[in-house]
Structures are given as C-alpha cells and as structure tokens.
C-alpha cells in the first residue's frame, strides 16, 4: 500500500462548481498535512496547511480525520484558474522528509 | 523574498555524462531537500540537509548521485555516469528549522538523457 493515496482524477467540474478531493495516508504516525497546488510543467506551490480542527481558506477548506487517516480538500465557486493539479503531502511524526501523492488533476470547465 | 532559486532550467545531455544542478535556498532557511519528479507523480524525496549537514537520504538516492551543501546556504546535487532513466524533473525545497512549517520549492531543473 502507498503512504500516500489520491484519485488522480481527472475532475472536469464546471465553473462555480464546488469539488473535495481525499488523500488516504498509510501511518497513523503522520504529523503534519499540506495540500500543494502544481500547474502543468510548474514546480509545487503550498496551497494550504492542515491542521487538527480544520482551516479555511477564502474558497478552499481543508479537513484532517485522524482516526480514518485521510484528509480532504474543498473548492467552493471554482474558478477556470484552479485548474491545476492537487498534491496531498504528508510528513511522518520524527522525520523531515515529506511525502507526496501522485496527485488529483482538476480541469474548470466554462 | 527572492524564493528558492535553481539553476539550470533544462539540461540535456548524452547518456553517460556528468550533470550538477544548483539550489538556492530562502536565505533564512536551515533546511534544504532534493526530490525527483516524472511524469504523472507527485516528487520523490532524494535527500536533507540541515545547514551543512546531510542528515536524511532516499534509498533511491544510487551511488551515482552525491549532493552536498558546502556552507550551509546553496546545495549542488551531482549525477554521475548518467542513464536515460535519471530524465526528470529535480526540484529543489527548503523550510523553517521548525518541521510543522512547509517546504518552498524551487522552479526545478529538467533533466533530458539523450
């Protein structure tokens, strides 16, 4: 099983459309949670962090579940620009290094 | 804020040559990290450094490539013996000491192998 798990998708949702992404991670071991967002040929830029009692960002809000050990990622009024793709990133409880998923490809549709 | 800076953007070269790549961390920055993407994967992490210390290393970090960090501030990540599976994107990362805060990532270097 992945450490990290993500549908790739693609979601092709038209605009104003609201779309979650999940992310499943493998060690309940896990402390810290990032959504990053990667455009086509772009290097990752941070979306968000996650924390423990959910943040929100303007139309984005992320979620953690622990106990089922899967995060979330919510788009309300998806604009043509959040076309990209969504990195869940997961960083073990001990370790610097992060893992990536493979990603969840968002396509806005007008 | 000058961000993280690579250098280069794109190098191509024949199979069985050497390549170095450079990262620029934020200045302010501690902790620097190498990752390898291709296509339709998220990065995979090659290896740390916190200041001048390489402190964590992927197992897919092969005796063929060597990253250092001199004096703590740039890192120079070296590809020997190059073999058309080491085509893909290095990207390079560095963060806060403080391990909650995110990485930032450079532009990345596209590696092509003839």
């Known amino acids: 099983r992945k450490e990290v798990e993500q549908d790739p998708g693609p979601f092709n949702v038209p605009e104003g459309a609201t779309v979650a992404f999940n992310c499943t991670y493998s060690n309940s071991a896990s402390q810290s949670f990032f959504w990053y967002r990667q455009d086509c040929r772009k290097e990752p830029k941070l979306l968000m962090s996650v924390y423990s009692s959910g943040n929100e960002d303007g139309r984005f809000t992320a979620q953690l579940n622990r106990a089922s050990q899967y995060i979330s990622l919510l788009i309300r009024d998806s604009k043509l620009s959040d076309s990209a793709t969504y990195l869940c990133v997961v960083r073990k409880t001990g370790y610097q290094k992060v893992t990536f998923g493979t990603g969840t490809k968002l396509q806005v549709i007008p | 804020d000058t961000g993280v800076s690579q250098n280069p953007r794109h190098k191509i070269t024949k199979r069985g040559q050497n390549v170095t790549f450079r990262c620029d961390p934020i200045?302010?920055?501690?902790?620097l990290y190498w990752y390898r993407q291709t296509l339709g994967q998220g990065p995979e992490f090659l290896t740390y450094?916190?200041?001048?210390?390489?402190?964590?290393k992927s197992r897919l970090l092969s005796d063929r490539f060597s990253a250092e960090r001199p004096k703590g501030s740039f890192s120079t990540l070296e590809i020997q013996r190059t073999e058309q599976g080491d085509s893909a994107m290095y990207l390079c990362?560095?963060?806060?000491?403080?391990?909650?805060?995110?990485?930032?990532f450079g532009d990345g270097t596209r590696l092509s192998i003839l």
């Open positions: 200045s302010e920055h501690n902790r």
């Open positions: 450094f916190q200041n001048e210390a390489q402190l964590e």
């Open positions: 990362a560095s963060s806060e000491t403080d391990s909650n805060q995110p990485q930032h």
